[in-house]
């Protein structure tokens, strides 16, 4: 499956934008956030989920690994599907979504495109307490409690997007040099978190 791609804009609409890598032009599903991040720009990099239905495969762009966690954390809310998720990261910032669930702030999470009061009180009951207690939703990391920088910023965000726990990762990535090369540690990080 595709997690990732790196290629120069050349077309948006109001819910995509289609990215050429090496010639091949893939449209891309993002939230309005992403959109407006990546509007004045040409050279793109984007995480990806892709979706994959009996009628097609879809694929869902993010700009940071934060924000594609969270979609990733939604898609297991009962009632919440990938239109949704898009949806609701276009109403607010990844740190600000995380406020409303944890302060169980059902007014402002109705106020997000398409959530009602039911789906509210649906995802304060389902991810209350589950999400990581601060975010940097600017930051490729999905969290701000370790900003590496450098090749430990893509092998933290390469394992996450992998599907280990974000607590996890960040034991086994402290422990790897500032200048370990992104596919070593990738490696050694898939080695370290399978003994866990």
């Not at 934008?17 to 407006?36: K, L, P």
């Not at 239109?83 to 409303?100: E, N, Q, T, W």
């Not at 959530?115 to 999400?131: C, F, M, N, P, Y």
């Not at 999905?142 to 990762?169: H, M």
Request: aromatic fraction near 6%; include cysteine; hydrophobic fraction near 40%.
């Amino acid at each position: 499956m595709i997690s990732f791609l790196k290629g120069k804009k050349i077309f948006e609409d109001p819910e995509s934008v289609t990215i050429d890598v090496m010639g091949v032009g893939y449209e891309v599903t993002c939230s309005q956030i992403t959109r407006t991040q990546i509007e004045t720009l040409t050279d793109v990099e984007l995480f990806i989920h892709t979706h994959v239905r009996e009628d097609a495969m879809i694929l869902f762009g993010f700009r940071t690994a934060a924000e594609k966690h969270l979609f990733l954390t939604l898609l297991k809310v009962n009632g919440v599907g990938p239109k949704l998720a898009i949806s609701i990261l276009s109403g607010a910032s990844v740190d600000r979504i995380f406020h409303m669930i944890e302060t169980e702030d059902v007014k402002s999470l109705t106020q997000l495109p398409k959530v009602g009061k039911k789906t509210a009180e649906q995802l304060i009951l389902s991810l209350k307490g589950k999400l990581p207690k601060q975010v940097d939703g600017s930051a490729s990391s999905p969290t701000a409690k370790k900003t590496y920088g450098g090749p430990r910023t893509e092998v933290f965000s390469a394992l996450v997007n992998l599907g280990f726990r974000l607590q996890d990762v960040e034991k086994v990535v402290d422990e790897f040099d500032s200048n370990i090369e992104v596919e070593d540690g990738v490696r050694r990080g898939l080695q370290a978190l399978s003994r866990l």
